[in-house]
């Protein structure tokens, strides 16, 4: 517990003729305000370098080697949160020169196995949604299939007053 105590500990020094509430205030503000510049200095030590979904410019100046695959699914969205599991750096270009769009996905090439495995989850999950049957194809099979309702009973209380 004592130790806790001691490494939270701070050396504040001041030189002042006299001490008062306003004069502690600022030297705390720039001490706090010390500590901000730190903080961000540390995390911009350099450039980021960009990782899962980006365009295909800020992938080729990785200079890692680029590879494609294209892909006719309109469900490429689909695809962003299987890349993002397996940390597989791409991008996607829409090609319109055909009749039918497709989609072009870049990657690097040192990603080659991830983007398999990607792909492979991918293909299955989208075959699993294929297979499921229309909720709304249940509804009506239901509906079909139901007996028809038969009207309410009507009901008439009487709480037994007689005259």
């Not at 911009?44 to 980006?54: A, L, R, Y």
């Not at 792909?119 to 009506?140: C, D, I, N």
């Amino acid at each position: 517990m004592q130790e806790e105590v001691e490494s939270r500990t701070v050396a504040l020094s001041i030189s002042t003729a006299k001490l008062t509430g306003s004069v502690f205030k600022a030297a705390v503000a720039k001490f706090l305000q010390h500590i901000k510049e730190q903080q961000r200095d540390k995390a911009h030590t350099g450039p980021v370098k960009p990782t899962g979904k980006q365009t295909v410019k800020q992938l080729i100046g990785q200079n890692q080697g680029v590879t494609n695959i294209e892909i006719s699914s309109k469900n490429i969205g689909d695809f962003d949160r299987v890349a993002r599991k397996y940390g597989v750096d791409y991008a996607v270009m829409k090609d319109k020169s055909g009749e039918k769009p497709k989609y072009l996905v870049f990657f690097k090439a040192r990603d080659t196995d991830a983007l398999t495995a990607a792909f492979r989850e991918y293909t299955a999950s989208a075959l699993g949604h294929s297979k499921r049957p229309s909720v709304v194809k249940q509804l009506q099979n239901a509906r079909a299939n139901a007996p028809e309702r038969t009207p309410d009973k009507v009901r008439v209380k009487n709480k037994g007053i007689d005259r």
